[in-house]
Structure formats: structure tokens, C-alpha cells
């Protein structure tokens, strides 16, 4: 039996590494991955950007409630979760007493570097993509820390070198 935890939530800003690193370490641990955001899609038989479109980011806000409280109910599940899941309390709560938050913490410059050129994210799709991410930044880092059991940052380490740290981490903590 290995000492891994039974659940991995990963949380972060967009462009942070959330899915990319996610799916990595399902794979390594023999586990079944879930991006949030891509549940959402599939239940919903469109993209986000189209659900902030027609019901706002209020509507979209309380589907990924509905997804995170189910998800997070599952066993042996590596979950990456929206930029925004931290948001509201209940999430939060969630994925704090159902298994281990990672986060995986990036300058808002790197993430800008990251997210720079992807149309697929409604909160970028202004003027001042960078401005919108050091805002973003400024208002949830504390939540991701708040409800975070480890913090990695995500900067110049590689995909694989980020999992094995995780993996070093999980192994160290229990």
C-alpha cells in the first residue's frame, strides 16, 4: 500500500500548471484525473467561455460548486481545479476536508507569459490581460493559501521534476 494521500486537489491561477501537472501525477500514481473546468464542458455541452457568455460568471461559479462537491466526494481522484474554485467558501471548505490541496503558486508574470496567447479564458479577454492576472493574483493567493496543505512554486522546475516533488512531499508528510 502506498502512502499517498486517498485524494489530490490541485488549485492555482490559470497558466499555473494545474492540469499539466495533474495529469502527470495520476498517471504516476495510478489514478483517474479530473480537470474541473473540462466536467463542466462535458456536462454542459459547451465551453466556459460560452457559460460566462449566456449565464455570467455568477451562473458558471454554481455549476463548478455542483462539480467540486461531487468530485471531491470520489476516492483516489487527482483533481485540478477552475483558477477561481476558491472563491466561494463551500469549495474551499470542500477541498480542504476531502482530501490534500496543492498549490501550485506562479508570478503573475510567469502566468501572464503562460496564458498570453490562449482566447479560451473569458477573464482574460480584455485590455489588460496582465493587470487582470496581478489582480487575480492579489485576491486569491491568500485563499489558495487558506486552503492549501503544501505550496509549490511552479517557476523554472519541469513538469516532471514539479511531480516528484509532490510526490517527495506526500511521501514526507505522512
Not at 90 to 117: D, F, I, K
Request: glycine residues 8%.
Amino acid at each position: 500500500m502506498n502512502s499517498f494521500p486517498e485524494n489530490i486537489f490541485l488549485v492555482g491561477v490559470m497558466g499555473a500548471g494545474k492540469t499539466t501537472v495533474g495529469r502527470l501525477l495520476a498517471k504516476k500514481l495510478g489514478r483517474r484525473f479530473v480537470d474541473s473546468d473540462h466536467e463542466i464542458e462535458a456536462r454542459c455541452g459547451v465551453r466556459i467561455p460560452t457559460i460566462f457568455e449566456m449565464e455570467g460568471e455568477e451562473g458558471f461559479r454554481k455549476r463548478e460548486a455542483q462539480v467540486i462537491d461531487e468530485l471531491t466526494q470520489e476516492k483516489n481522484l487527482v483533481l485540478a481545479t477552475g483558477g477561481g474554485a476558491v472563491l466561494l467558501p463551500e469549495n474551499r471548505q470542500h477541498l480542504h476536508q476531502r482530501g490534500v490541496v496543492v498549490y501550485l503558486r506562479a508570478t503573475p508574470h510567469e502566468l501572464w507569459l503562460r496564458t498570453r496567447n490562449d482566447k479560451g479564458r473569458p477573464l482574460l479577454n480584455n485590455d489588460d490581460p496582465r493587470g487582470t492576472l496581478e489582480k487575480l493574483f492579489a485576491i486569491r493567493d491568500p485563499l489558495y493559501r487558506e486552503t492549501a496543505h503544501h505550496v509549490i512554486d511552479t517557476g523554472k522546475p519541469s513538469v516532471n521534476q514539479l511531480v516528484n516533488t509532490l510526490m517527495m512531499q506526500f511521501e514526507l508528510s505522512t
